[in-house]
């Protein structure tokens, strides 16, 4: 049995996501605080998400 939609929390305004279906290693942004953030397993219709650090390119003195 397969299911149309994960849900996840993020990690850092505790927003609920319901997503389409993904897979590890995927990134999405909370809707809520613009995170992006990164699927870092998928269990049993939930998301395991980890928050991405951006990093800054830096181009220079």
């Not at 927003?15 to 279906?21: A, Q, S």
């Not at 809520?32 to 830096?58: A, F, I, K, P, Y």
Request: some cysteine.
């Amino acid at each position: 049995m397969s299911t149309a939609t994960l849900t996840g929390v993020c990690p850092e305004c505790e927003t609920d996501l319901t997503v389409p279906p993904m897979v590890q290693g995927e990134t999405l942004s909370c809707p809520e605080c613009m995170l992006t953030l990164r699927v870092e397993d998928v269990r049993d219709g939930q998301l395991s998400l980890q928050m991405v650090e951006v990093q800054l390119r830096d181009w220079g003195q």
